[in-house]
């Protein structure tokens, strides 16, 4: 099963050779800059940064295509009611509905927040294995036990996953098929999940005994070892200075502090 | 169920993180506090994979088919793990499919996580009265479910309404609008609740141990 | 006094102290009573010993009651000199579990072979060390950076192996190794366990495995010892083995024309 993540982080680029830690905290910060941005002069601003960053990840245009077709539905939605029951100022007039400016002018602000909140998060992901980012995460103070839990449900839910492919597969061999809604129905589907269920918690038992057999506990855990060099401190630097951009121009464009308070 | 990124003022998803972080550490305290700590992790863990998948079954809702949140069962089961897992579930949403969002990790973990407690303490409740039977224990995960779910939909239509980049024409619309969405979701707290009640069931005659939490 | 070499230990007055050493093991579950039933074995340092029976017969039980994971309801278990107490972290004895997937539980193989290493306070360096040769002894070098959940069965089986070896166990459990792998990865596996200088304990289906592998067979059921000695003996009991639901292995059956054999030399080909 593949969960789609893995699949570039071999490929060779400044943000891929970016320590986990500081690229965490540099893309992060430079995504809630864009979530604080509100002018809408700033977003183009925000596309071309996003842009850039992408195109020197050297991920390809397809993986991040394929991203947005999902969470598309919901900025759909919101495209296709917002205009209409949102703002004062009427554009345009379609039959006894009116579209407003500023609920066109709000989906715009949203799609392109959105858009290039998800980019940067594809490079933040995708440029390196999750389960080394979430390592720089428990080094950068995660809570272990949540570090723990993480790395444990990253490593079986691939295998989970194929177990539901099984089993839905000799489902449909024994001739199910989801057609309509019926309690029959239901209850099928809640005995398949069920089943996962109760085969996840089964296998736990079997993990914590293998854990304790191999010392669990014994010893507090060596943190992960990171190395960083110079590039690393500099390229956030960078990108903190990029994220303060953000925000003092949005500031300065008008907004104020009062656009923290909406 | 889950806000994307983009639509939510700063403000508010800073307040999200702010009351994720206060109820992980609360519920990591509690977890702390048990006799063996240790022994709930793996459990805790593999279920919030087994979760995560599970929510990827498709469950035919005529014209279209849903995906199950389950928050309330997950609730049920896992009891104080139940906070920190939804987070880490909703971050791997996000991460490897891009649904929900980043800047609304916190703000979606109050939204799923909150009523997962809740659900936890409402299922707690079948052991009063004595009487014990499969009927029992699936009206309480029926009503877990649907609880659970019901106020989750309550905080999303709640935030999601009332944080929009700009004003909605009348105070009617956006009345209008509140109802439109919470009616919408209400077959959700029905299918959810069903399906609660199956897998509580289901569990209880498999494996009962798992109903007694991790 | 211990040999490191040979892994004996010598008492006083020269005699060798058991590996193992198992009285009056009793064990039930709470829905299933008398899963162990009175058992006693010993085992020596070095030796290679074959568990063989059907399946509920205890195999499994026993061997997490002699990790000090299940507390026994009577009975004692000394295990390299020292009683067997439950709870306790005993990194001198290993076990390898049926299911791969239920003992890999790191998200890279690196990860997982160094978990055991880690939890014994070794220092970073030594920890690689261990990691690297449990890997060189396993052929496994080669997949170090993989993910776990990448890995092919037989994979999968190695490097449970090098998980365990890494800790430097001196009593290594084996439960079901073979199962699940293909011909090729069950004859690696083969190779390995024959290598091996740790004293091992094999349960096993595969009796073949078993032949090639072990220089002592003991065949439980019901929660007991029935049968305990030399494997060409006991698994040659056509009747013995078909009264405990088992069936005398191949190799062992007369043949009109001999097979070949090119393993363990000492293993007497009698066909």
Known sequence: MNLGLDEYINLDSPFHRWEARYKLIGLITLIFAFSFVRDLRMLLAMVSVTVAIYVISRLPASFVLRRLRFPSFFLLALVLTLPFLSGQTVVLSIGPLDVHREGLLAVLLIAIRFISILTIALVLFATTPLLTTIKAMRALGLPSIMADMALLALRYIQEIGQDLKKIQTSMRLRGFRKRRLSLYGLRTLAWLGGSILVHSYERSEWVYKAMILRGYGHAPHPRAEFQSCHRDVVTLGIFLLIAAGFITGDILFGHGVSALLQ | MHIPDGILPISVNAGGYAATAAVTWYSIRKIKQKENPREGIPKASLLTAAFFVVSWIHIPVPPTSVHLVLNGLLGALLGYYAFPAILIGLFFQAVMFGHGGLTTLGINAVIMGLPAILAYYIFRLRKLGGKDSPKKDGAFGFLAGAVAIGISVAIFVGILVTNLPTDFISAEVERAAIYTLAIAHLPLLGIEGTITSLLVVFLRRVRPGILDGV | ?271
């Open chain 3, 1 to 271: 006094m211990t040999d490191k070499e040979s892994d004996i230990t010598l008492l006083a007055g020269g005699r060798v102290e058991s590996a193992l050493s198992v009285s009056g093991l009793c064990f039930s579950y709470p829905d299933r009573p008398n899963v162990l039933n009175n058992i006693t074995l010993n085992v020596m340092p070095g030796e290679r010993v074959g568990l063989i029976g059907p399946n509920g017969a205890g195999k499994t039980t026993f061997f997490l009651s002699l990790c000090g994971v299940l507390e026994p309801s009577a009975g004692e278990i000394v295990l390299l000199g020292k009683p067997v107490v439950n709870g306790d972290f005993r990194p001198d004895v290993a076990l390898v579990f049926q299911n791969p997937d239920d003992q890999l539980f790191c998200p890279s193989v690196w990860d997982d072979v160094a978990f055991g290493p880690q939890n014994t306070g070794l220092s970073k360096d030594e920890v690689e060390k261990r990691v690297r040769e449990a890997l060189a002894t396993v052929e496994g070098t080669e997949l170090a950076e993989r993910p776990v959940h990448h890995l092919s069965e037989g994979e999968k089986r190695i490097i449970s192996v090098a998980g365990v070896l890494a800790m430097h166990p001196r009593l290594i459990i084996y439960d079901e190794p073979g199962a699940n792998l293909d011909i090729r990865s069950r004859r690696r596996l083969i190779h390995l366990l024959q290598g091996s200088t740790e004293t091992i304990l094999v349960a096993s289906h595969d009796l073949e495995l078993i032949l090639e592998v072990c220089n002592r067979v003991v065949l439980m059921d019901g929660g007991g010892i029935v049968a305990d000695g030399d494997p060409h003996t006991i698994m040659g009991n056509a009747e013995l083995m078909e009264a405990h639901g088992q069936e005398k292995p191949h190799s062992l059956l007369p043949h009109q024309v001999p097979h070949q054999y090119f393993c363990h030399p000492t293993i007497a080909r009698n066909v």
